[in-house]
């Protein structure tokens, strides 16, 4: 046995030997001395252009090879992308490429891709090099299947199966074939919360966007889960906890599973409650510039009353705001909680470093490839070279964004190495397609069917002016107009629009005659600045009214034709006050809507004066709730022993004013009974919105209950509460891909014989 290990030990040992030997014999094989080049082969290409590859070797003709620059050579060969297999071999003193190319995707395929446009796919591919006529690569199909599985997870369709077919073809090609068989939708079937003692799961459920499903469910795809909405549900859930008291709230862990066939979810969210705490005192500590009374009047902490998250962060961000407002702008300002878990009491500690004060050196603006530096510049309202003014920062961020065609508007602030008391602002910008084309049809009860047509481009050339043109046309109203706006006519912020309009109208009920209304407008006008938030509008146009007579044209028209003419021209100078501000313009939850204004014509074939004013109040009860106030009143009369125009008769009625009675139908008749408006009109409206049953948080299909009340009085009448038209009802806003419709249910409070009712009145589109 042992002479048996001897000879094991012996034969090992010299095996080793040989080995060794073979490989230095290889290595020395395959070593090369450097040597001068005297030329260059390149063997294999097929497409590939040969000056390719020559511009690629870190060595020419003249050079000294070594092993090295072959390694180098290969390396930066691969890089290319466009090879398979790269080798150098050398004869002599030529240096021979040898290479096998990658094969050319010959046609590549999307199939069974129902949610997703292909198109939007194709584009994906090529961004990322797949796509037809160029080199395959695996890497990136593997990378490309699994993106798309992503996708699919993102839309909750966790059965999706990719399957990624390669065929090859001759001359070294392939067809390339994503097969995907998507599967249906896993929705949540349940979602639980482990923990919750003094909150109910129920009402934790309604903090969230995700839930089990509802009838709903098939337009807000709420039963699907994403990943980025279960956070947002989570920081939602954090946020109601620690808005009331509960300052140790904690989510432990959450829990996704799925069944066996992928068809269905469960979510479970571990929480820790803790108790709820009371805030004892709130005390002030670090230096406040002296101004300790001024940072006080901020403190929207409420003593006496359970700990609120909102309060505290709306505390230290006015604290952090106002010392920006005296150039500090590294300021820091927290909150420690000094918690007492005998008494649950909580004492809060606002913390203070003002830091160094600065000043702005440079403002950059990156990200408008298209809009022009100077149109973002000067809408800045922070300048170079002064103290850091964080107020003014926050401003020049609001005017930015209220420009209308930038995605996205971020401003940094940059520390600037080695001047401690200096700092850039960076201001990002996204930039968003700015011209708009829209073709489309809607039906309304009081319009019919009705089509539309836009063009518009909000940021020409990316200069900052407008060109618009509109048309809309129905049964009874044609409207068409064109206008272009220089937003910074002046300096100083000066708009300028020149606008012409064309616009047509008949009666909405045949039976009341075939006469039709024809006003063409040519206008300037000017919007002057006067804050932030407020706009004086003056202006001048030209006006031509033409009454185009036919069956039971009323008597109050047939007279003016008379006494003035037909056509009646006349030139109005407008004068007007907007101040508007709303968190949104489609969806509104807070802020104001005020207007005043004026019109005047006191030359030409028509004169008089029309003024009025209008007030809309949007109040937030909740994250779901909301109130709205709307009053609008209007007068005109008539000037210089003139009669006021017929055709400037104020009409009031149906969707916009008081619903429930037939559009423009309230207000004086002839001697024939017709409605022909009046120059008096006051219009009150209050409207309570909600959630869509089923919809959730969804602001774009809400319902609303409304009540209404207005009516148009005649040139002698006084305007008397006592003879407003009333009703109350409800109905649904909804943005719908058509344009935003609007329907509404009413029934008359306060009507009188004569009215015409329309309970059920809806729009669908925009009516110009």
Known sequence: MNSMKSFLSSLFHQMGRALAISVLSVQLVWAADPFSVRDIRVEGLQRVEPGTVFATLPFRVGDVYSDERGADAIRSLFGLGL????????????????????????????????????????????????????????????????????????????????????TPLERNRVNLSFNVIEGDVARIKEIRFIGARQISESTLRDQMDLNSGNWMSWYTKSDRYSRSKFNADLESIRSYYLARGFLEFRID????????????????????????????????EGYYLGRDEEFKSFVRIEIGKPYNINQVTET????????????????????????????????LVLRADPS????????????????RDEIIR???????????????????????????????????TLEVPGAPDQVDLQINVVEKPTGALQLGAGYSSFEKLFLTFS??????????????????????????????????????????????????????????GNYRLTTDNFGMRFGIPMSEVDRFIV???????????????????????????????AFP??????????????????GVVARAYSEMAFTGDVQYLRYGAGYQHFIPLSKQYSLSFNADVGIGQGVGGHGYPVFKNFYVGGLGSVRGFAQGSLGPRDVTGFVVGGPKKLVLNTEFFAPFPGAGNDKSLRLYGFVDAGNVFGHDEPIRINDLRSSYGAGINWQSPMGPLRLAIANPINKQSGDRINRLQFQIGNVF
């Open 253 to 284: 862990s959450t829990q996704v599973s799925i069944s066996p066939d992928r068809l269905s979810m469960d979510l479970t969210v571990n929480i820790h409650e803790g108790d709820r705490y009371v805030v004892d005192e709130v005390k002030l």
């Open 83 to 166: 090879f398979n297999n790269v080798r150098i071999e050398t004869q002599g003193d030529v240096v021979v490429v040898v290479v096998e190319e990658r094969p050319i995707i010959s046609t590549l395929d999307l199939i069974g891709t129902k949610e997703f446009d292909k198109e939007v796919l194709r584009k994906a591919l090529r961004d990322i090099g797949l796509t037809e006529g160029r080199p395959f690569d695996k890497a990136l199909t593997d990378k490309a299947e699994q993106e798309l599985k992503r996708q699919y997870i993102n839309l909750s369709l966790y059965a999706a199966e990719v399957v990624t077919t390669i």
């Open 539 to 569: 202006g001048v146009a030209i006006e031509r009214t033409q009454v185009e007579l036919g069956t039971n044209t009323p008597n109050a028209y047939l007279t003016y034709c008379l006494r003035v003419g037909c056509p009646a021209v």
């Open 316 to 347: 230290t961000k006015a604290f952090s705001e106002y010392f920006g407002n005296f150039g500090h702008a590294f300021a820091r300002v927290e909150s420690v909680p000094e918690v007492d878990r005998q008494t649950n009491r909580v004492k």
């Open 356 to 371: 160094r004060r600065a000043y702005v050196r440079r403002i950059n603006i990156a990200g408008n490839s298209r809009t």
């Open 573 to 590: 100078v407008s004068a007007g006050w907007v101040r508007d501000t709303r968190d949104s313009v489609i969806a509104p939850t807070r």
């Open 378 to 412: 000067r809408e800045v309202r922070q300048l170079e070279s002064s103290w850091y003014d964080g107020d003014k920062i926050r401003l020049s961020k609001d005017r930015i964004e209220r420009l209308g065609y930038l995605k996205e508007v971020n401003i940094d």
């Open 455 to 512: 063009i518009s481009q909000d940021n020409i050339l990316g200069t900052g002016n407008f060109l618009g043109l509109q048309v809309s046309t129905s049964k009874f109203n044609k409207f068409f107009s064109i206008s272009t706006t220089d937003p910074y006519y002046t300096e100083d912020g000066v708009s300028r629009t020149f606008e012409y309009s064309h616009r047509a109208n008949k009666p909405y009920i045949e039976q009341l």
